[in-house]
C-alpha cells in the first residue's frame, strides 16, 4: 500500500511526517497544499480534516488521520521508532504533548511570522520569543546529560522536536548557549536516512 | 505500588488523571499545588516537572511522568481505556493532540481568565473565545453521529476533550447549539466510577 500525504513542504510539522516514512522506507505520494492561498480552509480539504490543519495521512480511500504527532505514533507502531517498554512510550508521548503545546506555538508561531508573513515587527513576536527560550530551556537541560529524548535511542519524540528546533534561526532564535541540543541536532542528521527539510523558500 | 499525583483540583488537565485512576480503581495520593501563589515555579517542583506545570504522576521514588494526555495514555494502556487497534490508538491520539493544541488553549485559557484571574474585560478573551467555538465546532461535527470520539467506546479521548468541555459555561461559553456534545457529556458522566471535578471555588 502507499500512503498519501497531503502537506505543505517547508511546515515541521508535515516535515516529521516525511522524515518518518522516508526512515521507515514506506511508500508515499506526497501532495503539496497551498496553504498561503486557503487551501486549508476548503469543504474538499475539510473532508481530509475538519480542523483544518496540515498535515493529512491517508491511509486508504476513507480513512485519514490528522495531528503530526498522531501520525507519527501510527507510523512507528510496531518500529524501532517506537519503544516496546509502557513508560519510555509514555516519555515519548510526554515529549510529543510538551512539543505541540510549549514548543511549537512559540519556536513554529515565531517562524511563521517572520518567514512567511515577514512581518519580523509583529507585536506578538516577543511572547513567542520569551516561549521559545523557556521551551529550549527544559530541551537543553534534559539534552545536556542524554543522547536522545528518551532511553537513549532516537524514536519519533526526537523527529517530534527536531522538526522546528533545526530551524529555530529561522524563527530568529540564537542556539548558541544550547550546546546539549546543537549536539542532538547533529545526532538526529545523521541517522540512517535521514532526509532534510525543505527551504522555506523552496 | 500507590501513584502520588500533584496537581490542582479545580485544574481539567489535573482532573483528567483523576478520573482515569478513580475509573481503573488504581490507589493513589493527591498532592494540592498552590499554583495561584507560585508552587510551580519552585526549586522543588521543577524537580517534578522542568516544565513547572501540573499534573505530575510520581511512578516510583525516582520516576516523574508530565503531561496530562501522556499520563493518561500511561494509566490506559492495556486498559479498556485504551483500544488495541492500531488505528483506533492512533486516533485516540489524534483527538488528545487536538485537545491539546486546538480546544485546551482556548477553552481552558478562556476559563483561567474568568474563573481564577477573575478578569471578563482581559482583552485576549475574543480571540479565546472564537477558538473555542471552532473547536467545539469540530467536536460537534464528530459527535453527531457517534457516541465517543473513537471506536464507539469509552476511551482516554473522551477523558481528554471532557475535562474542559463539561465547564465550557464557566469559560463563558454557551453549549446550547452543540446537541450533539450535550449528549456525549452525559454519556461520559454515566460512565461507571465516573467523579466530578471539584468546583473553581472548592
Redesign the interface.
Known amino acids: 500500500m502507499t500512503y498519501h500525504v497531503h502537506g505543505v513542504s517547508a511546515s515541521g510539522n508535515c516535515y516529521k511526517v516525511r522524515l518518518a516514512l522516508e526512515q521507515l522506507k514506506l511508500p508515499y505520494v506526497w501532495h503539496e497544499v497551498d496553504m498561503m492561498h486557503g487551501a486549508t480552509r476548503t469543504d474538499a480539504f475539510r473532508k481530509l480534516n475538519?480542523?483544518g490543519?496540515v498535515p493529512v495521512l491517508c491511509?486508504d480511500e476513507t480513512?485519514t488521520?490528522?495531528?503530526?504527532?498522531?501520525?507519527l505514533?501510527?507510523l512507528a507502531?510496531?518500529t524501532p521508532l517506537m519503544p516496546d517498554d509502557?513508560?519510555q512510550?509514555?516519555?515519548v508521548?510526554?515529549w510529543?504533548?510538551?512539543e505541540?503545546?510549549?514548543h511549537?506555538?512559540y519556536v513554529a508561531v515565531a517562524r511563521f511570522i517572520r518567514q512567511f508573513l515577514k512581518q519580523p515587527d509583529d507585536p506578538r513576536l516577543p511572547e513567542k520569543t520569551a516561549g521559545s527560550y523557556r521551551a529550549l530551556d527544559?530541551m537543553e537541560?534534559?539534552l545536556a546529560t542524554r543522547s536522545f529524548l528518551v532511553g537513549e535511542r532516537y524514536t519519533v519524540a526526537d523527529i517530534a522536536l527536531f522538526a522546528y528546533t533545526h530551524v529555530a534561526d529561522e524563527a530568529g532564535l540564537d542556539l548558541s548557549r544550547y550546546p546539549g541540543i546543537r549536539a542532538w541536532l547533529d545526532r538526529v542528521r545523521s541517522q540512517p536516512g535521514h532526509v532534510a527539510m525543505p527551504g522555506v523558500h523552496a
Chains 1, 2 share one sequence.
Open positions: 475538519p480542523n490543519k491511509i480513512t488521520l490528522s495531528e503530526s504527532d498522531a501520525i505514533c501510527y507502531d510496531g509502557r513508560l512510550r509514555a516519555q508521548l510526554q510529543m504533548f510538551f505541540q503545546y510549549s511549537e506555538p527544559v537541560q534534559h
